[in-house]
């Protein structure tokens, strides 16, 4: 195993971290990829800034194609396409926009992972109209009260 000296650094590591985590790379992949050991990467990012902003940055570019793409499949979305046709036996290329309809799997984990109070399947957080409504009755009970005050 190489120990975490930070003489085995190389500024162009900075790059191929960057890249390489845009790809969805992990420490462990980091270290394979540089030839190091995974405490040696876990090391850079703490001591060397440089290092440290490469990796994040290509990780947080790679979380946001991510989630936009979630998004889009969560609410769908129009892609625009170039088909090729036949007529009258001449190719031709037309643009086409095709819908893609919302997928329920994306909205699923969307909606637990962004409102999970809301929408988490645990029974604790389960929406029961019955209490919301008896919810609406008690508060506009008070609020009959304090008009009568």
Known sequence: MTSGRLSLYKPE???????HCLLGATNAGLAELLGVGERTVDRWIADIPSFAKAVHDGRAI????????????????RQSVERVVVLRGDAKK?????????????????LRN???????????HKYDPIAE???????ADELE???ED
Do not use: M
């Open 133 to 139: 409504e008896i919810a609406l009755l008690d508060a």
């Open 62 to 77: 790679a979380d946001g194609r991510v989630a936009r793409s979630l998004y889009e499949r969560a609410v769908g979305y």
């Open 114 to 124: 962004r409102r999970r109070d809301l929408w988490s399947g645990d029974p604790q």
């Open 94 to 110: 037309i643009d086409v926009t095709v819908q893609h309809p919302p997928d329920t799997q994306a909205c699923i984990f969307w």
């Open 145 to 147: 009260r304090l008009e």
């Open 13 to 19: 590591y900075d790059d191929q971290a960057h890249n």
